[in-house]
Nanobody, 123 residues
């Protein structure tokens, strides 16, 4: 079992940027596909972006495509989410997640989760 700790959330004005980080404990980070999800109050947890074990492959939700970039540093056991041109609809708690089996768009595909970091975008 790995432990995931997100950081980098905060309050930003519409049009601004944030960079989220997720530090992963353990020696097998490169064995996991990683993803970011988000959950707004009263809504389901939704897929935002995913990245393969090597970092060569990425996928994004329609709302994230063109604005967000997921990346990873396997030497530092960290996955990132660069978020640009933020809008109020991006307000949510953002979670990173790890999967042995590959990138999936459903939360059920991930065995390990962080505690989440709040992102609030003001208009």
């Amino acid at each position: 079992q790995v432990q995931l700790v997100e950081s980098g959330g905060g309050l930003v004005q519409a049009g601004g940027s944030l960079r989220l980080s997720c530090a992963v404990s353990g020696r097998t980070f490169s064995s996991y596909a990683m993803a970011w999800f988000r959950q707004a109050p009263g809504k389901e947890r939704d897929f935002v972006a995913g990245i393969t074990r090597s970092g060569a492959g990425t996928s994004y939700s329609d709302s994230a495509k063109g604005r967000f970039t997921i990346s990873r540093d396997n030497a530092k056991n960290t996955v990132f989410l660069q978020m640009n041109n933020l809008v109020p609809a991006d307000t949510a708690v953002y979670y990173c997640a790890a999967s042995w089996t590959g990138v999936a768009r459903a939360p059920g595909g991930y065995a390990s989760w962080g505690q989440g970091t709040q992102v609030t975008v003001s208009s």
